[in-house]
């Protein structure tokens, strides 16, 4: 059970209500976006943390011209030579984990 920052915990669909336990709902949904666990990006074990109260589903990171439409989207004045630098950044930091 999830541990909520004012005391109450999270509970899975269909537990009884009980003082102090939040069930989720069966509609609910959660999107969260986590870094992998270790070097080089330090994020957390999602899974370990929420792996028993939510569904937990990978997405692997972008193709590499998706990753510069992406880009291109979030960055419209920046210069496609300086996109491209920064999608070898990330393709590198990929490779390090």
Same mark, same amino acid.
């Given at each position: 059970?999830?541990?909520?920052?004012?005391?109450?915990?999270?509970?899975?669909?269909?537990?009884?209500?009980?003082?102090?336990?939040? =069930?989720?709902?069966?509609?609910?949904? !959660? $999107?969260?976006? #986590?870094?992998? &666990?270790?070097? +080089?990006?330090?994020?957390?074990?999602?899974?370990?943390?929420?792996?028993?109260?939510?569904?937990?589903?990978?997405?692997?990171? =972008?193709?590499?011209?998706?990753?510069? !439409? $992406?880009?291109? #989207?979030?960055? &419209?004045?920046? +210069?496609?030579?300086?996109?491209?630098?920064?999608?070898?950044?990330?393709?590198?930091?990929?490779?390090?984990?």
């Amino acid at each position: 059970r999830m541990l909520l920052a004012d005391g109450r915990r999270v509970a899975p669909v269909g537990s009884p209500p009980r003082p102090g336990v939040l =069930p989720i709902s069966p509609g609910f949904r !959660a $999107l969260v976006l #986590a870094n992998r &666990p270790g070097f +080089p990006f330090l994020g957390n074990d999602f899974f370990r943390e929420c792996g028993d109260v939510l569904s937990c589903h990978v997405v692997e990171a =972008p193709s590499r011209s998706s990753e510069l !439409a $992406l880009l291109a #989207a979030y960055g &419209p004045d920046v +210069p496609p030579p300086l996109l491209q630098k920064v999608a070898d950044l990330f393709a590198e930091l990929r490779s390090l984990a």
